[in-house]
């Protein structure tokens, strides 16, 4: 069993509330838009990081992480991507990374609003974490922790902070 904390759009924020809140995970996903170098390393130093760049991440940031990532966590496919839409509105190279890895999890960021949405065309669990930031349209802060065991999602918990 991992336990999972799952982050996108921190825009240059990992916080005591935020790090309270992933206090116990095993690792973190983040699903892009981390905001600088620093934030990723300082995240990385916290808990075992997987991410992905974002729209806001350049330079340094897309040599450090892939546009996508794709793995397997228990016994789940995991893809990942910052900008890939949702259940029948995703982008079409999300639709190619889907349709190609048969993911059980499929996960984007960029909108800042936390979705959790089963696909069944797919037979996937989309995810969205929100954006866990202080910068952005969203008035709050969110990020998700979870268990995979086997190829079982359970205990998912939404963190909500008002910025």
Same mark, same amino acid.
């Given at each position: 069993m991992k336990r999972i904390g799952l982050i996108?759009?921190?825009?240059?924020? %990992?916080?005591? +509330? =935020?790090?309270e809140f992933l206090r116990d995970v095993d690792e973190i996903w983040h699903a892009g838009d981390f905001g600088s170098a620093e934030v990723a390393d300082e995240i990385a130093s916290f808990k075992p990081l997987r991410g992905v760049w974002g729209n806001i991440d350049g330079g340094i940031m897309r040599r450090m992480f892939n546009e996508s990532l794709s793995f397997r966590c228990e016994d789940v496919t995991v893809l990942m991507t910052h900008i890939g839409g949702y259940p029948r509105h995703?982008? +079409?190279?999300?639709?190619?990374?889907?349709?190609? =890895?048969?993911?059980?999890? %499929?996960?984007?960021g960029h909108s800042h609003i936390l979705k959790i949405i089963y696909d069944d065309v797919y037979d996937l669990l989309h995810i969205n974490p929100g954006a866990a930031g202080c910068y952005g349209p969203h008035r709050t802060r969110t990020a998700l922790r979870f268990e995979i065991d086997g190829s079982d999602i359970r205990n998912m918990e939404i963190w909500e902070y008002d910025r």
């Open positions: 996108s759009d921190t825009h240059g924020t %990992f916080d005591a +509330p =935020l790090r995703y982008t +079409p190279k999300a639709v190619r990374g889907i349709q190609s =890895l048969r993911p059980g999890i %499929f996960i984007s």
